[in-house]
């Protein structure tokens, strides 16, 4: 390798004045850097006094190169004065004073969060939280809830059926969270049993304002010795208050579904008007809001899980958490929920 030149001494000399400056933290150290390169007896200086030194044939480029050396030193310099006054200690430094850039933070989906309320209450009730399968076999999702095939009752629940409905074991998505009732009571030889199943059911249905495809459920399921009507009573008003404010009252009206007797669908009184208000958005003017379909669980039902239908008793519930999202958050078409539109999602 040959020797460094007199012009390669020039670049390293340029290079490693320029780190230096890079490490100036105040005017002073500016001023230190200014001396030992640009002043009198600083390098730059001494470079063009010993130009004398150097053979005549390279004497005229090395001055040139010395000088412009001391132009881009003499520029740095200036830069890196602007910016300590500045407060900037390099053009790329962190300024903490500056505005960050905003980050796009995510929230909880509408539904999540009414869900979660809902769990919340019946947690504090004593209820613990159970998921089940969204595919379904037929057998849970209709016949050992007591809805046989051909039994006019299916007509409440349309159905996406996964494979050919001859086939040994017919697949759906289920249509309700009532199979998990099944599936936890077969899978538990001895009540007590106080289980609340969300999850997503689906239905075959054309879609409106107040019916979608896919919907969310809470079931309720409890069974022990000597449950009555009174403690389904009891356990939805005292979810309803926690929902809904203290002044809320339910009403259970009979109603049918086959895995209960007797059935029941619950409805509070409009926290809204208070049933005072004829064009009331909330209730339409009948001062009530249906929320949920309930009732004592079928003593068939509870013999077939296995357990003597005269010692144990219990009540199912199952509502729609959507339904009762649309309530609380005064939202009025169901489609918005699962639409991912942003604007929408958005607002909560
Ligand atoms: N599974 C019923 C439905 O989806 C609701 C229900 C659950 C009714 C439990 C009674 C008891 O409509």
């Known amino acids: 390798m040959s020797e460094a030149t007199p012009l390669d001494m020039i670049k390293t000399s340029l290079d490693q004045a320029k780190q230096r400056l ?19 007896q600083g390098s730059v200086t001494a470079m063009m006094r010993g130009i004398g030194e150097l053979p005549p044939e390279i004497r005229k480029e090395f001055g040139k190169q010395v000088n412009l050396a001391r132009k881009q030193l003499e520029s740095a310099y200036e830069d890196a ?13 962190l300024d903490a004073t500056l ?26 009730l004593g209820f613990t939280t159970v998921e089940g399968p969204e595919v379904e076999q037929d057998s849970y999702n209709f016949g050992k809830l007591r809805i046989p095939a051909d039994h006019p009752a299916r007509d409440m629940w349309d159905t996406f059926w996964l494979n050919e409905q001859n086939s040994d074991e017919k697949l759906l998505l289920r249509t309700h969270t009532s199979p998990m009732q099944i599936r936890y009571m077969e899978d538990h030889p001895t009540p007590p049993i106080r289980i609340a199943v969300p999850g997503r ?12 495809w896919m919907l969310e459920q809470v079931e309720l399921l409890a069974i022990d010795k000597g449950i009555t009507l009174a403690n389904l009573k009891g356990t939805l008003q005292e979810w309803a208050r926690q929902m809904f404010g ?49 009732g004592m669980v079928h003593p068939d039902i509870i013999r077939d899980a296995g357990y003597d239908p005269t010692i144990y008793t219990g009540f199912a519930a199952g509502m729609g958490v959507e339904r009762i999202a649309m309530v609380l958050q005064g939202v009025t078409d169901i489609r918005h929920y699962h639409s991912n539109r942003f604007s929408f999602l958005s607002q909560f």
């Open 22 to 40: 890079e490490l100036a933290q105040d005017s002073d150290d500016l001023e230190a850097w200014r001396l030992e390169v640009l002043g009198r």
């Open 81 to 93: 004065t602007a910016n300590i006054n500045t407060g900037n200690h390099s053009s790329d430094a």
């Open 99 to 124: 505005p960050g850039t905003p980050t796009l933070r995510g929230g909880l989906h509408p539904i999540t969060v009414v869900r979660r309320q809902i769990l919340d209450v019946f947690t504090r």
């Open 201 to 212: 059911c689906y239905r075959y249905e054309a879609t409106d304002a107040t019916h979608e």
């Open 246 to 294: 203290a002044k809320r009252k339910i009403m259970m009206r009979h109603s049918y579904f086959p895995f209960v007797e007797p059935g029941v669908e619950v409805a509070i009184d409009c926290f809204k008007c208070d049933g005072s208000e004829r064009d009331c958005g909330i209730c339409r003017g009948s001062g009530w809001l249906e929320l949920l379909g309930a």
